[in-house]
Each structure stands twice: as C-alpha cells, then as structure tokens.
C-alpha cells in the first residue's frame, strides 16, 4: 500500500493520480501552435486570457519567474466553500469532491493564496478527525465501502485506526498476547541471578570450611 505523500515521490501512485487533476487555469499572453491544449477550441493558437484545463503536474513545471498560464483555484478550495466546511466539516461529502482532497490541496498550496488554503484544510482536517475516530469505533469496513464522505487520506486513517483499536480489545481481553522482557529487564535478571549463585556457592564453601 502506498503511504500519503506530501511532497512530490515520482514512484508514488497516489502523487500520480494527484497530479493528472486537471486544474482550470487562463493563458497570460497570446501562444502560437498550443491550442491543442483546449479540446474545447479548434483554433491553432491560444489567445492571451483564453480559459481552460490542464494537468497539475504540467502547471507545476512551469518557469515561476515567466510563467504561460495562471493557475485558478477550484471551486472546492474557494471561500465559498470554507464556509460550508465551518458549517459542518463532518457533513461534507469530501470523496464525492475529490478523492484526494487533502493532497490535491497541499499540492496547491504553493500557488496563490497558500496560506488561506492551508488553514482551511487544517481547521477541516481537525473538525472532521472527531467523527473519523467515532468511525474507527462503530463502523465496519464493510458498511464504509460506498461512504463518500471519506476522501482517500481519511480512508487509510480509518483503516489504521480500526486496525489499533482491534489490537487494543485483543489486548484487553488478552487474546494472542505476547509480552516479552526488555533486554534490559533481561540482562539485570540474569546479572541478579549471578549474583545469588555467587552468594549461595560462597556459603557452602564457608559451611563445609566450619565442619571440618
């Protein structure tokens, strides 16, 4: 299974499919011969502020300092949207969004309006960690299997905390416990030992000495 990643790992599947988002964004400047960037249009060349989508990973390989296309925050990060996650962050569908949201949104933090984003999707983030705990009590992998409401991050959060929390009730009810001494507990154990061999050896020497 492949971990999240928060930075960029070009073996990561999850970044992959991350970065195929198409992201909308507006040409800066007239540019000749890539209007087959715009399935929409069947013009040749694409006109400076033209609208249209493409892939985050070809917006991030863009030169910062000139830049051909500005990129457009989407819809599921605006401050319409933060409103409705203060609202009620757990009521919000975040899968049927985007399956990545949280990394789709990290990824989008070194854009424009970084630090707006990053704390929405840290106060999201916070709020909806309450009900995904309540989840790893109640819910069974089963019943969570159509549940939109978790996007991909919130999911192997789940598995993981369902995952410990069986460990702990085995624990509890001491099935398949297997408790072994430190190696410290060990070593002054065996040393302990030593010592009272030693105690006891030098007593029957002392005992057998005073019956002759």
């Not at 863009?62 to 605006?78: K, Y």
């Not at 624990?171 to 065996?190: F, G």
């Amino acid at each position: 299974m492949n971990n999240p990643s928060y930075y960029p790992n070009y073996y990561s599947i999850d970044d992959i499919m991350v970065t195929q988002e198409r992201i909308p964004c507006r040409a800066l400047r007239s540019l000749e011969k890539l209007g087959f960037l715009d399935s929409s249009e069947k013009s040749e060349d694409l006109e400076n502020n033209q609208q249209l989508e493409l892939p985050l990973w070809y917006l991030s390989q863009q030169d910062e300092r000139n830049p051909d296309f500005g990129l457009q925050v989407p819809d599921i990060f605006t401050s319409a949207y933060k409103e409705i996650y203060k609202a009620d962050a757990n009521y919000v569908e975040l899968g049927r969004l985007n399956k990545f949201y949280y990394d789709l949104g990290m990824n989008l933090c070194k854009f424009e309006a970084g630090d707006d984003l990053a704390e929405m999707l840290h106060d999201t983030a916070k709020e909806r960690v309450k009900g995904l705990k309540d989840l790893c009590n109640n819910v069974s992998n089963e019943n969570l299997v159509d549940n939109k409401k978790l996007e991909h991050m919130e999911r192997m959060l789940y598995e993981v905390g369902s995952r410990s929390r069986k460990m702990f009730a085995d624990w509890l009810q001491e099935k398949a416990v297997n408790i072994k001494s430190t190696e410290l507990v060990t070593n002054h154990r065996k040393r302990k030992r030593d010592v009272l061999d030693g105690d006891e050896g030098g007593s029957s020497q002392a005992s057998q000495r005073s019956s002759m």
